[in-house]
């Protein structure tokens, strides 16, 4: 199950554990129930404080999800549950599930632990997964986390190709998608702080009145994606007073599962590429705010500061701010897209594409995305239909190649998506009209998998701030906006290549803007 330099590796991490662990199993004589019992036990070789325990002959068997395995700690007694076999992106959930029940520190702000330790009331988590979802891994260990400091907080993953009855059931199609007291709770990626504000109504409150205390920063960076951690890192490197502000870290990153691009960097993915950003800026003295999202950016001409409003009511003040609000997925714009967001209409194939094994989906855009989402899509389900606007694709030669040559995807141009249809729960077909002969028709499917490109995230900045008719942040060669003192990097902005070391740069060239900006400015 596990290699030999996995194990050293895991091994390495378990030395760090302080108390008892146990790992009780519940399985039968399936596949992946034997693979679960092997992993438990190649786990508990590799440390004292580790024990195996088959739990198949206790009262308790008879209520547990086959095969699954529960990860209780001796000490506190708290308990994180894994219903299949947590390997793939979720390995890493399990190695923190057993350090955190294990006693080892958590890396969560001394606030937040009280909180969460603080929390009354029963609290029964589940979260369904793919195991190929690179978003998943945050809501579930955000959740193994308020479970190893609450005990009672019971949280459990749950691989929902493995348990296919109870996706269909609930009519899950997208993932994480999580459940609280057998009641959906959220669908998505949903950090820590908003789980918090979920469930503990005077979280939003206190955190704005914490936030309304801070002193005025020298820089702020608005975004934690690739541009805004460059800035970040940047700034706090002239020695400048330095926030960065975000609804969490990585953005369109944390939904790129391979990078290959990345110069220096032959291959990586993601999650790994975000979770580096982080640490790497919370090496510098950098007062990071996550969980929290900006409404308004405005000069206050009596202060002579840059005011950010955020979404909680309160209001930081700054010399100069960096915008790295980045993008987001666009979507098709069409009748029944919102209606069944989540219930067929998916923009992640990576995370939700298990989700519609053996079934008939579609893919929009012929990009690179489109096709790659195509060709990934391709190994898992029934048929795949490539719906493409333009009379021919513009993804790479390459890409379209290895899509033509694939028996289970037919690709469809001068094609325009006219409405999503369902039956109010779920996907069944959509609607398309031949942009060439105007012919309408019908195709019948259970998911769509929109790649149509991105759009800016910076609605809230409307009317304050100069914007190209897309919506993007116009900048000059320093990362300069409209607005004296305030700066912009990355996707949000109208640079015409949206990659992310051309992000990083922009980060870099915002921040070296804005101290430029500082030090010429009067005492």
């Known amino acids: 199950m596990l290699d030999a330099n996995l194990q050293a590796q895991l091994k390495s991490y378990l030395d760090n554990l302080k108390t008892p662990v146990e790992l009780v199993t519940f399985t039968d004589e399936s596949p992946k129930a034997k693979e679960l019992s092997q992993l438990v036990n190649q786990i508990a070789e590799l440390s004292p404080l580790v024990t ?203 939904d790129t599962l391979a990078i290959e691009n990345f110069i220096s960097v032959k291959a990586t993915q993601g999650p790994k590429l975000v979770a580096s950003l982080e640490e790497h800026v919370r090496d510098y003295d950098v007062d990071i705010m996550s969980g929290n999202k900006a409404s308004q950016v405005k000069r206050n001409e009596e202060t002579g500061l840059i005011d950010v409003s955020l979404a909680n009511g309160a209001v930081l003040s700054s010399k100069t701010v960096v915008l790295a609000t980045g993008a987001r997925w666009r979507e098709m714009d069409v009748p029944g897209e919102h209606e069944y967001r989540g219930k067929g209409v998916a923009y992640c194939p990576h995370c939700d594409g298990p989700l519609f094994k053996g079934k008939r989906v579609a893919v929009i855009g012929g990009g690179n995305s489109g096709i790659e989402a195509a060709i990934d899509l391709a190994g898992l389900v029934e048929h795949v239909t490539v719906l493409e606007f333009a009379d021919r694709l513009r993804a790479d030669d390459v890409l379209v190649r290895k899509a033509n040559s694939l028996s289970n995807i037919t690709i469809i141009t001068h094609a325009q998506t006219t409405e999503v249809l369902g039956d109010g729960k779920r996907v069944t077909s959509l609607s398309y009209t031949d942009r060439s002969t105007g012919e309408n028709h019908e195709l019948a499917l259970a998911g769509i998998f929109v790649q149509i490109g991105l759009m800016p995230n910076s609605e809230f900045l409307q009317g304050d701030i100069e914007l190209t008719n897309r919506g993007e942040i116009i900048v000059g060669s320093r990362g300069e906006t409209s607005i004296a003192g305030v700066f912009a990097a990355g996707d949000v902005t109208d640079s015409p290549y949206k990659q992310i070391i051309i992000a990083m740069g922009s980060g870099a060239t915002a921040a070296l803007g804005a101290f430029d900006y500082l030090i010429r400015q009067d005492v």
């Open 52 to 254: 195996a325990i088959d739990g198949n002959n206790t009262a308790q068997a008879s209520k547990e999800r086959i095969p699954s395995m529960l990860v209780r700690s001796v000490a506190s007694k708290s308990e994180i549950r894994f219903a299949g076999l947590p390997m793939g992106h979720e390995f890493t959930s399990l190695v923190m599930a057993l350090l955190h029940s294990g006693s080892h520190p958590l890396k969560l702000d001394a606030e937040q632990i009280e909180q969460v330790r603080n929390l009354e009331g029963e609290f029964e988590f589940e979260t369904y997964i793919s195991l190929s979802c690179q978003n998943c891994p945050d809501v579930v260990q955000a959740l193994n986390m308020m479970a190893a400091i609450n005990p009672q907080i019971k949280h459990t993953m749950i691989d929902g190709a493995l348990f296919q009855t109870e996706v269909f059931d609930r009519d899950i199609m997208a993932v994480p998608s999580v459940y609280l007291n057998g009641e959906s709770f959220s669908q998505g990626r949903i950090s820590l702080t908003d789980i918090l504000n979920k469930v503990d109504k005077n979280s939003a409150a206190r955190q704005a009145k914490a936030l309304e205390n801070k002193a005025v920063y020298d820089f702020l960076v608005v975004g934690g994606g690739p541009a805004g951690a460059a800035a970040a890192i940047y700034a706090a490197r002239k020695g400048i007073n330095t926030g960065l502000v975000a609804d969490q870290f990585g953005g369109q990153v944390s």
